[in-house]
């Protein structure tokens, strides 16, 4: 039998899209989860189960033996109490591929974000100095820094489905649900809020699309201490992407363009909700444009970029839930 492959983060959006891909294949898969609160539903799809905790290195040390490769994908966009940029999506990725090397691990494979640079606001420059620990850490790697990335079952597709739906709403719909309620108060306010300008540029990808290039990377030897950045084949504004999921859902929208102070004040005043719309890291991240040239890993995995709105509608409805 051939070594197992660790996925860590494997109850994430993206890690059980990726290790259903895997069992797909007959790959066998070793999830690390931090408790077996979701034991049973990967052990269905004969996935090997180890507990670990990617902030104490100790825990991770068994999850790793016998594995033929690690793919990393534990990181957090919003800190939390105990939960820190630092402590996570740098430390915990030193900690992970610390254990990986301990544990004679032959490659790594990590997810980092498009826009990770020393410079750059909080959150990239977490992932940044994560890349800086797994380039230190003696373990053969790839890193792929992917944009926003748009799947079915989470992630940024349906928040910007509800912040599309709900617009004016969409705070109160995450502080005390109703969904049905707010669902028809935007029916009559159809404005969505947008902070600044509205013209910051990203290149949203679909995750089935990057999964190929992650899948290559662990058996491929000639990607092996390469960076890879990767986005979709279109470069949409913050106001065109709104537009695209609008449109998906069969919404009519008009988007509000608030002033940068007002828009500043507005964060600050959402941090003291227990679940802000949007936090002052999100924001300075979002306010920027987070481009690239996707050439070379389209080349180099010989990836088919499907366009955004494809994406979008594949993310949004595959069934009734999401529309």
């Known amino acids: ?26 790959l066998p898969v070793r999830a690390l989860v931090r408790s077996t609160g979701h034991a049973a ?38 800190e939390r109490r ?5 402590a996570i999506n740098r430390q915990g990725v030193a900690n ?3 254990a990986a090397a301990d544990a004679g691990v032959g ?14 606001p909080r959150y990239p420059r977490s992932k940044w100095a994560g890349e800086e620990a797994v380039r230190a850490g003696g373990v053969p790697f790839v890193i792929f820094r992917p944009s926003i990335l748009l799947g079915a079952g989470g992630g940024a597709a349906a928040q910007f489905a509800d912040i599309t739906r709900f617009g004016l709403w969409y705070p109160l719909v995450l502080l005390i649900g109703a969904r049905g309620l707010f669902r028809m108060l935007a029916s009559l306010t159809p404005i969505v809020p947008v902070l600044g300008t509205g013209r910051y540029r990203s290149m949203p990808i679909a995750l089935d699309d990057l999964l ?21 084949p279109e470069i949409l504004t913050y106001d065109e992407l709104v537009g695209r999921v609008a449109r998906v859902l069969g919404l009519r929208r008009l988007l509000l363009h608030l002033p940068d102070p007002l828009a500043q004040r ?9 679940t802000p719309p949007i936090t002052r890291d999100e924001a300075d991240a979002l306010l920027v444009d987070n481009l690239c040239d996707p050439a ?24 009734g839930e999401n529309t």
Do not use: K, N, W
Request: aromatic content about 6%.
């Open 41 to 78: 539903e990967l052990r269905a799809l004969d996935c090997e189960v180890a507990v670990g905790d990617v902030r104490d290195r100790a825990s991770l040390a068994g999850a790793f033996t016998g594995c033929s490769a690690v793919v990393h994908l534990v990181a957090i966009l919003r």
């Open 296 to 319: 070379p890993a389209v080349r180099t995995f010989g990836l088919r970029l499907r366009p955004v709105e494809q994406a979008l509608r594949e993310a949004l409805t595959p069934s």
């Open 212 to 232: 190929p290039a992650v899948r290559a990377a662990l058996d491929r030897d000639d990607v092996l201490g390469q960076t890879y950045e990767i986005g979709g």
């Open 266 to 274: 507005l964060v600050a005043a959402f941090a003291l909700l227990p």
């Open 107 to 120: 490659r790594f494979v990590y997810l980092s974000a498009l826009g990770a640079a020393r410079h750059a």
């Open 1 to 26: 039998m051939p070594a197992p492959i660790a996925v860590t983060g494997a109850t994430g959006f993206i890690g059980s899209h990726l290790i259903r891909r895997l069992r797909d294949e007959g």
């Open 96 to 98: 992970a591929v610390g």
């Open 82 to 86: 105990g939960q820190t940029f630092d």
